[in-house]
């Protein structure tokens, strides 16, 4: 059975940092991309970033670029995403979910449960 | 604003059959596959249709998909007051090299 689970959201102040860790279970980890979504209070799903299987290729949507790093740990099977300089507008559920198919170019198939992050003073 | 242009709403009865469309452009719908998702309240989205019109294992086939040239669009048949959720469609986007979503629709069950 996949699992995927989420941790190390919180209440943060703008400015601040945290880290989101995604433990990947169920699944060859090492085949496939990872991405990151996010949903802020009441809003639509937004994709945030996404890793290829080996970690040498990333991407980010514009209003996170420069200031989010994804990366993953395939001895762990854990996704990461750093979180830098955040802003009010980065509260959000945030998601980390496996693309659907072992190659490149696919949308999601499994998402874990989601991990709070609150960007407040 | 999102990529993907959806219906903010939709509704029907029990027993009815709605469609909610999906459009998009060349470099997302138009090359690549479509998947629509369930979201019910507070919980993460689940996976309803994959690849255009594949629906996973457990999903009742009361769900379908369908795609013609940058649009898409979900049916549900036989409408339950469990299918009251909101339900998002999603592509790969060429140009941005990532996951483009639509804006959602809220279904409701009168």
């Known amino acids: 059975e996949v699992q995927l689970v989420e941790s190390g959201g919180g209440l943060v102040q703008p400015g601040g940092s945290l880290r989101l860790s995604c433990a990947a279970s169920?699944?060859?980890?090492?085949?496939?991309?990872m991405h990151w979504v996010r949903q802020a209070p009441g809003k639509g799903l937004v994709w945030v970033s996404r890793i290829n299987s080996d970690g040498s290729s990333t991407n980010y949507a514009d209003s996170v670029k420069g200031r989010f790093t994804i990366s993953r740990d395939n001895a762990k099977n854990t996704l990461y995403l750093q979180m830098n300089s955040l802003r009010v507008e980065d509260t959000a559920v945030y998601y980390c979910?496996?693309?659907?198919?072992?190659?490149?170019?696919?949308?999601?198939?499994?998402w874990g449960q989601g991990t709070l992050v609150t960007v407040s003073s | 604003q999102s990529v993907l242009t959806q219906p903010p709403s939709a509704s029907g009865t029990p027993g009815q059959r709605v469609t909610i469309s999906c459009s998009g452009s060349s470099s997302n719908i138009g090359s690549n596959y479509v998947y629509w998702y369930q979201q019910l309240p507070g919980t993460a989205p689940k996976l309803l249709i994959y690849?255009?019109?594949q629906r996973p294992s457990g999903v009742p086939d009361r769900f379908s998909g369908s795609k013609s040239g940058t649009s898409a669009s979900l049916a549900i048949s036989g409408l339950r007051f469990e299918d009251e959720a909101d339900y998002y469609c999603a592509a790969w986007d060429d140009s941005l090299s990532g996951v483009v979503f639509g804006g959602g629709t809220k279904l409701t069950v009168l």
């Open positions: 979910a496996k693309a659907d198919i072992a190659a490149a170019g696919y949308p999601l198939d499994y």
């Open positions: 690849k255009n019109d």
């Open positions: 169920g699944f060859t980890f090492t085949s496939y991309w």
